[in-house]
T-cell receptor, first 108, second 115 residues
């Protein structure tokens, strides 16, 4: 059983389109992180969210932590080919669980 | 500091051989983590150290897997009697003691292929 389920698993869109990926769990978390991983590299931290209902923006990326702190979403506006990668949500902690991942491909 | 360094980047080995990977963390970080990742999936936690102490190793995949961090600096991950199912990317990460604030810094990984 996965602690963090992400959807969709795969997403292929045209440059300029908007998209949203989701991270869901049945458990409540004190904080959650989002990472992006490019092929052949390790994941890179994008953001940490800690407060229920919190919204954080990072240029064209908008992250939201659910009010009940059991889910999170990542919205990308006007996607670019450089956004291509594997997007991972994660629970920071001693064992640091990652979600199942969303593989995004942005086609020029 | 150049970040988390992992060596080698790629390793091809024959089934049954032993392999060892090295991770050099960011020097200020006292925590070090090992993960395994298969294609298109999220990383799977294996073990972690705080300084030289291995605080969690129950998630190591079998007794063929072992990790050390003898002086609280670099770490090694050894896989004995490799099997084809061990083929994966092995990632190392380091952090301060409050990773929920500062996050984790990952290396580029070691890609293992067992033939």
């Amino acid at each position: 059983t996965q602690l963090l389920e992400q959807s969709p698993q795969f997403l292929s869109i045209q440059e300029g389109e908007n998209l949203t990926v989701y991270c869901n769990s049945s458990s409540v978390f004190s904080s959650l992180q989002w990472y992006r991983q490019e092929p052949g590299e390790g994941p890179v931290l994008l953001v940490t969210v800690v407060t229920g209902g919190e919204v954080k923006k990072l240029k064209r990326l908008t992250f939201q932590f659910g009010d009940a702190r059991k889910d999170s979403s990542l919205h990308i506006t006007a996607a670019q080919p450089g956004d291509t990668g594997l997007y991972l949500c994660a629970l920071p902690g001693n064992q640091f669980y990652f979600g199942t991942g969303t593989s995004l491909t942005v086609i020029p | 500091d150049t970040g988390v360094s992992q060596n080698p980047r790629h390793k091809i080995t024959k089934r049954g051989q032993n392999v060892t990977f090295r991770c050099d963390p960011i020097s200020e970080h006292n925590r070090l983590y090992w993960y395994r990742q298969t294609l298109g999936q999220g990383p799977e936690f294996l073990t972690y150290f705080q300084n030289e102490a291995q605080l969690e190793k129950s998630r190591l995949l079998s007794d063929r897997f072992s990790a050390e961090r003898p002086k609280g600096s670099f770490s090694t991950l050894e896989i004995q009697r490799t099997e084809q199912g061990d083929s994966a990317m092995y990632l190392c990460a380091s952090s301060f003691e409050a990773p929920f604030i500062y996050g984790y810094t990952f290396g580029s990984g070691t890609r293992l292929t067992v033939v």
